[in-house]
């Protein structure tokens, strides 16, 4: 079984500075994949960043960048210099390579305060 | 431009009708996913298919059903409406491998 945690309900941020938003995952499967996806209030999904298991170093799309720690099943996405448009929910997901099902976290509110 | 198109966009309808929401893709995935989720809170899947003439029910149990006909094709269907049923869906697809998912703009449904 799959799991994913995110512990996190809301987080503020002072434009400008960067945010981490946490997230730890479970799986027995020993490749899958990890995403980080956007949700503004209009509703649809925006895809950020993915991180492959076997993948040696941290992903990074822009201003985006995941922070992976196999060890500790963590994948932290980290966002610099925050602007007022990351205003949003973020959902952590995860892919096991057993299965083609992907399972996302409860999610993080994120505001950026001006 | 999305290749993923889910219809209709919002839709309010009374208890008890038999409703339709469409999704369809043009990118020839072959696993199509249905997820529903209440305002602010998380996704849950409550229907998939990886082929035609292939569905299997997610890990949130639905009273709605699905079909795959066509590779392009996977609407979701309620036979009878209820307000329990309030909530957005959304469609996603991937061709698996290392693809990313695509997801459409979903559905907004209010059951009164």
């Known amino acids: ?114 | 431009e999305a290749d993923i198109y889910q219809t209709p966009r919002y839709l309010v309808i009374g208890t008890g009708k038999k409703i339709t929401l469409e999704c369809s893709q043009t990118m020839g995935h072959d696993k199509m996913y249905w997820y529903q989720q209440d305002p602010g809170m998380e996704l849950h899947l409550i229907h998939y298919s990886y082929g035609v003439n292939s569905t299997e029910k997610g890990d949130l149990s639905s009273e709605s059903t699905v079909s795959r006909i066509r590779t392009e094709h996977f609407p979701l269907t309620l036979e009878s409406a209820r307000p329990s049923h309030t909530s957005q869906y959304l469609c996603a697809s991937t061709g698996g491998g290392l693809d990313g998912y695509t997801f459409g703009s979903g559905t907004r449904l209010t059951v009164v």
């Open chain 1, 1 to 114: 079984a799959q799991k994913i945690t995110q512990t996190q309900p809301g987080m503020f941020v002072q434009e400008k500075e960067a945010v981490t938003l946490d997230c730890t995952y479970d799986t027995s499967d020993q490749s899958y994949g990890l995403f980080w996806y956007k949700q503004p209030s209009s509703g649809e999904m925006i895809f950020l960043i993915y991180q492959g298991s076997y993948d040696e170093q941290n992903a990074t799309e822009g201003r985006y960048s995941l922070n992976f720690q196999k060890a500790r099943k963590s994948a932290n996405l980290v966002i610099s210099a925050s602007q007022l448009g990351d205003s949003a929910m973020y959902f952590c997901a995860m892919r096991g390579d057993s299965s083609y099902k992907l399972i996302f976290g409860s999610g993080t509110r994120l505001l950026v305060r001006p």
